[in-house]
């Protein structure tokens, strides 16, 4: 009689590795050097060891960091007074069918027009692929979504709406595109990574930290497909 943990064959290994989804991490790298909202000194993360094993301590390291650097998720209370906290948005609103829309052709911002060609339908999750996921710099003159579109995506009811960008709009006074897509409840994930993703439907997967009480969190972002 034989006793144990079932092992499984080599053979069945492939076919369970094979059957498993392409795994796209979106994330960007939290690092003292990354790029951060118009390159402000301020805004730079920062990792101090605080002890280590010279000291005959374990090795141990301290991170401070703004709570919208890299990817993160904002909540309302970031653009609207009194508006709710990062704990407010269940996992279920993070998780689940997504879409990679390819406007990488967008030069200066995208607009109700660009976005009507793509037949947005009520509850998507939608992820903009623009330029800026080709660079590792801060662009000061990065591609955001126009206060029209943004009003055109509140109106058709989607879930989320995600950009490549650290913010989802610039250069327009009392922060509209935020604000409507808010008021809208519309989730707003910044500072993804699309370079490697090609346009087409996924599964996402955002975990952000879980915090309370607070404007946005920092999150890891991945997404699920062929």
Known sequence: MSFGCPTRTNKR????????????????????GMQVWKN????????????????????ESLLTMNVHTGT??????????GGETIETISLERLVGPARVLDLTHAKECITKEDLELFAIQKGERILLKTSSSYSEEFLLDFVFLREDGARYLADIGVGLVATDAL???????????????????????????????PAGNYTLVIAPLKMTGIDAAPARALLLGD
């Open 72 to 81: 993160h998720v904002d909540a309302p209370l970031h653009m609207l007074a």
């Open 40 to 59: 402000y000194e301020a805004k730079k993360p920062r990792i101090e060891n605080v002890q280590n094993h010279d000291q005959g301590k374990p090795h």
């Open 13 to 32: 290994l492939e076919v369970e590795l094979e059957l498993m989804p392409k795994i796209y991490d979106i994330s960007m790298t939290i690092e003292e």
């Open 167 to 197: 913010g989802i709009e610039r250069a327009q006074a009392e922060y509209p595109t935020h604000r409507t897509l808010m008021r809208g409840d519309v989730i707003i994930v910044e500072g993804l990574r699309l370079k490697d993703v």
